[in-house]
Antibody, heavy 120, light 111 residues
Framework: QVQLVQSGAEVKKPGASVKVSCKAS????????ISWVRQAPGQGLEWMGW????????NYAQKFKGRVTMTTDTSTSTVYMDLRSLTSDDTAVYYC?????????????WGQGTLVTVSS | QSVLTQPPSASGTPGQRVTISCSGS????????VYWYQQLPGTAPKLLIF???QRPSGVPDRFSGSRSGTSASLAISGLRSEDEADYYC????????????FGGGTKVTVL
């Protein structure tokens, strides 16, 4: 069965960076893309960007351009999301979600979420 | 605030029908498919409706989606206690170079 397993919770200081991983299994990794979606405490869902697992093409939300980098390792079927210059506003649960190529916003499987807390 | 507008809350008694609206514009809902996600407390979102009206396998037919012009709706018929959750609409906006957008979410309460 399709599974997306994310790395564990992180606590970071303002100004630091965080790298969250999302390991995929149960399907052909390179046939899909992965989006990252975050959810601040008590808030709604916010799309951060997408990466193609096949060629590594990316598409970042304007809000995160210059501060986020998404990469993929096909040898381990893992996608990474690196977010820099953290502030308290980045405290959130970060989800990875599988997206069918060509079907934007169609997230048929999600990771369990990774809580990132930014605090001094 | 979100580009897609949803009511913050909706409620009903068991067995009732509840409808959630999602209002957008010609560059998003008016042009592209709409998706609905259900998020139970403390869990990751789950795909509930895809490409406006389709249900993934395992989603009860009590859930239905529709789209008309620049708005979309999710209907829950025969409301059950386990339907108490947050519901989000999503699509992408062609004016934002393929960026995905979510509605602000609607909390459904079963009275």
């Amino acid at each position: 069965q399709v599974q997306l397993v994310q790395s564990g919770a992180e606590v970071k200081k303002p100004g630091a960076s965080v790298k969250v991983s999302c390991k995929a299994s149960g399907y052909t990794f390179t046939r899909y893309g992965i989006s990252w979606v975050r959810q601040a405490p008590g808030q709604g869902l916010e799309w951060m960007g997408w990466i193609s697992a096949y060629g590594g093409n990316t598409n970042y939300a304007q809000k995160f351009k210059g501060r986020v980098t998404m990469t993929t390792d096909t040898s381990t079927s893992t996608v990474y999301m690196d977010l820099r210059s953290l502030t308290s506003d980045d405290t959130a649960v970060y989800y990875c979600a599988r997206e069918s190529v060509g079907w934007l916003a169609e997230f048929d499987h999600w990771g369990q979420g990774t809580l990132v807390t930014v605090s001094s | 605030q979100s580009v897609l507008t949803q009511p913050p809350s909706a409620s009903g008694t068991p067995g009732q029908r509840v409808t959630i609206s999602c209002s957008g514009s010609s560059s998003n809902i008016g042009t592209n498919y709409v998706y609905w996600y259900q998020q139970l407390p403390g869990t990751a979102p789950k795909l509930l409706i895809f490409r406006n009206t389709q249900r993934p396998s395992g989603v009860p037919d009590r859930f239905s989606g529709s789209r008309s012009g620049t708005s979309a709706s999710l209907a829950i018929s025969g409301l059950r206690s386990e339907d108490e959750a947050d519901y989000y609409c999503a699509t992408w906006d062609t004016s934002l170079t393929g960026h995905v957008i979510f509605g602000g979410g609607t909390k459904v309460t079963v009275l």
